[in-house]
Structures are given as structure tokens and as C-alpha cells.
């Protein structure tokens, strides 16, 4: 079997998995109560927001711990709008190829009266730092541009977008999702004010994230109850997910030079292997992109047929968004870059890890090479472009 689906989802670390058991075990206290067991719960806390915030350049008390990326999203987006709309700013700038915890956010906003500028997403797959510039107006209070996309991999110029916000006095945040733990991040020198982040994507446990808020980023909660992470996420910590997420970062950070070199020289080969078949074609800048995403569309197949029959050979991968998965609607963000629907339908993401191994890139290149020629050969959609009734595109 091929796991080659990480930015879906990674395997927790055995590091992780020894802290989390460890701190279920022995340091079971609610971290607000003040007897001992309690006070060293609170330690163990504590200790994992400072090792968090330490890995991005932050301080400890920039970081709220969250149940995931998509609580942090939403957090961050409404934070940035209610402080804009006390000073009567109500005009909120992002991608239209962002993760859907923004854009759902967004369209709520919207239908709350404020107005949201998507900007475009070329062919490459990246934001255009000037776009950006011409689009802010006077009344703008916010711009959020994730770092990475969650399907195509392509990596946003995040420093010079953070430092044009700077200069104009607009709230930068970027969904960071899929970038932490596998691209070198500093808030500060990257010009963030507020950063959503989600454990199970760097070999943490799921249920479990992070929002850091530059100091002076007034956070609005989302759920009210009681005095938790200094009354800004009600509800008593789940430390045992939280120390397993620090100890992951950790991990991550201390490994991701080396894990990303050899990452991206297998995500290369994988590239090569793949553009070997006709009428495909890479989604996204092939340089500027995560070290393990590979994103492709296939002329002719459906994407569902192509993941099942990938299944049957043992290779787990995805056609988009893990959490889309379920939709039978062609990837937002394919058709962001100018993908048509007939061709964004036959989209492939294979999201490897330095755990791949060279033998892996060779058994998948082999596997999908056989089943889009396979699917391809009872296509009818394949069939009216090689006898010439329709025209490729690819």
C-alpha cells in the first residue's frame, strides 16, 4: 500500500503519539483548576504554546489553541472584520481559489454587508503581489491569502503580500494550513498579523490547531462559555492533542531541510514520470509549489474512476480537497486557473512525504500511467478526440 494523500491528512509522528498517550496518562488535570495535577496540566500547556510560537517567531501569547484549521480561519476572518467595521471599514480582499473555511467565511460576511473582492488566480497558480496592491482601497480592513494551496501546492509570495498591507495599515492574515511544518514560516520578517494552522497536516493529531494573532490583533470569540486560552476560545483545552501537536511542530521544523530535499527531488521524478503521458498536464507552477504535491489533469477520465482504480492497486490519493471529496462539482480552485469543467473532472492530487520511497514514485508512475489508458479506452469523451470530433485541450 501507497499513502499518498498527506496534505488530505499525515500520520501522527511516534513522538507525537508517545506525548499525547503520555499526557492522557499522567497529566489528565483540567489546566484550570488548582490543585497539582491540574497546575502540571497547565505547565504541559503552556509550555507547548511557547514551543508552537517558537517554530513561527512568534510569542507564546500570540497563540490560541483551536480545534483545527477551520475553526482558526473563521476566528481570524471575523476578528479582522468586526475590528474593521468599528472603524467603518468593510471591505475584505482574498483569492478565489482560497480553502473553503475562507470563502464560506467570506460569503457569510458578505451576506452580513460587507463587501469581499476575490481577486484572480492565474494559470500558474499564484497571486499577484500588485493585484493585491490595486485592489485595497480606503475602506479595506482585511487581506487574507492562504500560503499554500491545499490542492495544486503552489506557494504565494506571502512576504511581499504581508509588507503591502503593512504599508497600507490593512490586517494581513494567510490560511497556513498546508505550509507549517513543511515551509520555513516567520511572521514577523513574512509580515502576518494573524496565522490559522491545523495539527494533523505535520504528523499531529486531527482535532487540533492554532490561531496566532499579532499583539495588538484584538481576537472576537467564537464560543462563549468560559475564561479559556485568556477568554478568547472557551471550553477546557484538550492538552493531550495540543502537547502531541507541539511535540509534532517540533518534529517538523527540526527535520524540514533534509525531509524537504528529498521530498521534492521524488516529487520531481514524479512530475517527469507523469507528464509522460499525452494530453496531461501539471496543475500550478512546477517550481514555486510544496515539496510534495502533484497535482495533474488527464484529458478524457473522470477523477472518481481514476482514485477507485488506484485504490485496487494499492495507491491512496485524491482528486482535490479532502474536504470536497464528496462533491461531484469539478475543484473551485482548477477552474480558479482556468481549467475547463470537462478537464478539471480528471484531476489527480498524489501528496507524497519523505517517508515515499523511490520504488513508491516508481509503482505510482507505473499505476497511473495503466489506468488512464485504460479508463481512456472506453471513454467516449477520449474516443470523439481521437478521431478528431472535438479538439484536445491539453
Known amino acids: 500500500m501507497i499513502y499518498a494523500d498527506n496534505a488530505a491528512t499525515t500520520k501522527m509522528s511516534n513522538e507525537a503519539v508517545r506525548v499525547m498517550v503520555s499526557v492522557m496518562e499522567e497529566t489528565y488535570g483540567n489546566p484550570s483548576s488548582l490543585y497539582s495535577i491540574g497546575q502540571r496540566a497547565k505547565e504541559v500547556l503552556e509550555q507547548a504554546r511557547a514551543d508552537v510560537a517558537s517554530v513561527i517567531g512568534a510569542e507564546a501569547k500570540e497563540i490560541t489553541f483551536t480545534s483545527g484549521g477551520s475553526e482558526a480561519d473563521n476566528q481570524a476572518i471575523r476578528s479582522a472584520a468586526l475590528l474593521?467595521?468599528?472603524?467603518?471599514?468593510?471591505?475584505?480582499?482574498?483569492?478565489?481559489?482560497?480553502?473553503?473555511?475562507?470563502?464560506?467565511?467570506?460569503?457569510?460576511?458578505?451576506?452580513?454587508?460587507?463587501?469581499?473582492?476575490?481577486?484572480?488566480?492565474?494559470?500558474?497558480?499564484?497571486?499577484?503581489?500588485?493585484?493585491?496592491?490595486?485592489?485595497?482601497?480606503?475602506?479595506?480592513?482585511?487581506?487574507?491569502?492562504?500560503?499554500?494551496?491545499n490542492e495544486i501546492g503552489t506557494i504565494q509570495p506571502i512576504r511581499e503580500i504581508g509588507s503591502i498591507c503593512r504599508s497600507k495599515g490593512v490586517l494581513f492574515h494567510t490560511d497556513a494550513v498546508q505550509a507549517v511544518g513543511h515551509l520555513p514560516i516567520n511572521v514577523t520578517e513574512d509580515n502576518i498579523d494573524l496565522l490559522s494552522a491545523s495539527g494533523h497536516k505535520f504528523h499531529g493529531p486531527k482535532g487540533v490547531g492554532f490561531l496566532y494573532a499579532r499583539k495588538g490583533v484584538r481576537l472576537s470569540s467564537l464560543i462563549e462559555g468560559g475564561a479559556q486560552e485568556r477568554s478568547k476560545r472557551a471550553g477546557t483545552e484538550n492538552?493531550?492533542?495540543?502537547?502531541?501537536?507541539?511535540?509534532?511542530?517540533?518534529?517538523?521544523?527540526?527535520?524540514?531541510?533534509?525531509?524537504?530535499?528529498?521530498?521534492?527531488?521524488?516529487?520531481?521524478?514524479?512530475?517527469?514520470g507523469l507528464s509522460e503521458i499525452p494530453h496531461a498536464a501539471l496543475?500550478?507552477?512546477?517550481?514555486?509549489?510544496?515539496?510534495?504535491?502533484?497535482?495533474?489533469?488527464?484529458?478524457?477520465?473522470?477523477?472518481?474512476?481514476?482514485?477507485?482504480?488506484?485504490?485496487?492497486?494499492?495507491?491512496?490519493?485524491?482528486?482535490?480537497?479532502?474536504?470536497?471529496?464528496?462533491?461531484?462539482?469539478p475543484?473551485?480552485?482548477?477552474?480558479?486557473?482556468?481549467?475547463?469543467?470537462?478537464?478539471?473532472?480528471?484531476?489527480?492530487?498524489?501528496?507524497?512525504?519523505?517517508?515515499?520511497?523511490?520504488?513508491?514514485?516508481?509503482?505510482?508512475?507505473?499505476?497511473?500511467?495503466?489506468?488512464?489508458s485504460y479508463l481512456r479506452g472506453f471513454s467516449p469523451v477520449w474516443r470523439d478526440l481521437t478521431e478528431g470530433k472535438a479538439k484536445h485541450i491539453l
Open 283 to 329: 496543475n500550478g507552477d512546477p517550481d514555486r509549489r510544496l515539496p510534495g504535491n502533484v497535482s495533474f489533469c488527464f484529458e478524457g477520465i473522470e477523477g472518481e474512476s481514476l482514485l477507485l482504480l488506484l485504490d485496487d492497486k494499492g495507491i491512496m490519493a485524491s482528486s482535490g480537497s479532502a474536504c470536497t471529496s464528496g462533491s461531484l462539482d
Open 331 to 372: 475543484s473551485h480552485v482548477l477552474l480558479a486557473i482556468g481549467r475547463v469543467h470537462d478537464v478539471a473532472h480528471g484531476s489527480l492530487r498524489l501528496t507524497i512525504n519523505e517517508e515515499t520511497s523511490d520504488a513508491d514514485i516508481e509503482s505510482i508512475i507505473t499505476a497511473v500511467k495503466e489506468v488512464v
Open 84 to 149: 474593521g467595521a468599528a472603524k467603518g471599514k468593510k471591505h475584505i480582499i482574498s483569492s478565489a481559489f482560497e480553502h473553503h473555511a475562507v470563502l464560506h467565511t467570506l460569503n457569510k460576511l458578505a451576506g452580513e454587508g460587507f463587501e469581499v473582492t476575490l481577486l484572480p488566480v492565474h494559470e500558474n497558480g499564484i497571486v499577484v503581489p500588485k493585484e493585491v496592491e490595486e485592489a485595497i482601497r480606503e475602506d479595506t480592513c482585511l487581506v487574507t491569502i492562504m500560503f499554500a494551496n
Open 239 to 272: 492538552v493531550p492533542g495540543i502537547a502531541a501537536m507541539a511535540a509534532a511542530l517540533k518534529e517538523s521544523a527540526a527535520s524540514m531541510e533534509k525531509a524537504s530535499a528529498v521530498t521534492k527531488a521524488r516529487r520531481d521524478r514524479l512530475i517527469a
